[in-house]
């Protein structure tokens, strides 16, 4: 693991995220024997999203050849003359609203809410056990109308975004043709490492409002 300007890259919590000199060096290994470039390009999106969409990184190369090294300037042989002209290398913030927009890249589904009445608590730590005021805060974000719904719908970026939870949300998630999440105090039990209302509480932190469409091409 190493610390570069743009970020550390390593086996940590954000190691899909690289710095601009080990981009340079990566595209440098990779263009010569490549036959798709639009599949390189979108590759290194897929596994370096803090780099920017595809068409940014189809661009990018050029940059970071007058940052670091012009000799492999003209490397990507498929390009034109007139696809070099391009401004000065700028910093790509990470924005993983921005990357991560479609609902290709989130899975949607439904999850029961709390109920105070429930029979079935399964512990002194049950999520059916957290209270409105508890809930709020974090459902703020979905504009309900409803003040208690019985289930919530909710949008989860596909691939969980911390190791240390990973398990946890491949068991809840990861169903074939899942749309309704019944059992999570099942799932929660499994992984009593944490209570069973700090992960709905940690669910309901990373879940975003289900996305009615795309939003058009940026």
Same mark, same amino acid.
């Given at each position: 693991?190493?610390?570069?300007?743009?970020?550390?890259?390593?086996?940590?919590?954000?190691?899909?995220?690289?710095?601009?000199?080990? &981009?340079?060096?990566?595209? =440098?290994?990779? @263009?010569?024997?490549?036959?798709?470039?639009?599949?390189?390009?979108?590759?290194?999106?897929?596994?370096?999203?803090?780099?920017?969409?595809?068409?940014? !990184?189809? /661009? @990018?190369?050029?940059?970071?050849?007058?940052?670091?090294?012009?000799?492999? *300037?003209?490397?990507?042989? #498929?390009?034109?003359?007139?696809?070099?002209?391009?401004?000065?290398?700028?910093?790509?913030? #990470?924005?993983?609203?921005?990357?991560?927009?479609?609902?290709? /890249?989130?899975?949607? =589904?439904?999850?029961?809410?709390?109920?105070?009445?429930?029979? /079935?608590?399964?512990?002194?730590? %049950?999520?059916?056990? *957290?209270?409105?005021?508890?809930?709020?805060?974090?459902?703020?974000?979905?504009? *309900? !109308?409803?003040?208690?719904?019985?289930? &919530?719908?909710?949008?989860?970026?596909?691939?969980?975004? !911390?190791? #240390?939870?990973?398990?946890?949300?491949?068991?809840? *998630?990861?169903?074939? /043709?899942?749309?309704? @999440?019944?059992?999570? %105090?099942?799932?929660?039990?499994?992984?009593?490492?944490?209570?069973?209302?700090?992960?709905?509480?940690?669910?309901?932190?990373?879940?975003?409002?289900?996305?009615?469409?795309?939003?058009?091409?940026?």
């Amino acid at each position: 693991m190493r610390n570069y300007p743009n970020g550390i890259h390593g086996y940590v919590q954000n190691e899909m995220e690289i710095s601009d000199e080990m &981009l340079y060096n990566l595209m =440098v290994e990779l @263009i010569p024997p490549t036959r798709n470039p639009d599949l390189l390009y979108y590759s290194i999106h897929k596994v370096f999203p803090n780099v920017g969409l595809q068409k940014e !990184i189809a /661009d @990018i190369f050029p940059k970071l050849c007058r940052k670091y090294c012009s000799t492999h *300037l003209r490397m990507e042989t #498929w390009k034109k003359a007139e696809d070099y002209r391009v401004e000065p290398l700028q910093k790509i913030p #990470w924005n993983i609203d921005r990357i991560m927009k479609t609902r290709r /890249d989130f899975l949607a =589904v439904s999850v029961k809410m709390p109920t105070e009445n429930s029979g /079935d608590f399964c512990s002194e730590s %049950c999520f059916h056990a *957290l209270t409105d005021q508890q809930l709020k805060p974090l459902l703020k974000k979905f504009q *309900l !109308i409803e003040k208690s719904p019985e289930e &919530l719908d909710i949008a989860v970026l596909k691939g969980a975004p !911390i190791k #240390w939870n990973s398990r946890f949300f491949n068991a809840l *998630l990861n169903k074939k /043709d899942r749309t309704v @999440i019944t059992n999570f %105090c099942e799932i929660a039990n499994m992984f009593p490492e944490y209570t069973c209302d700090f992960w709905f509480k940690t669910l309901l932190k990373i879940a975003k409002p289900p996305m009615e469409e795309d939003p058009a091409p940026a």
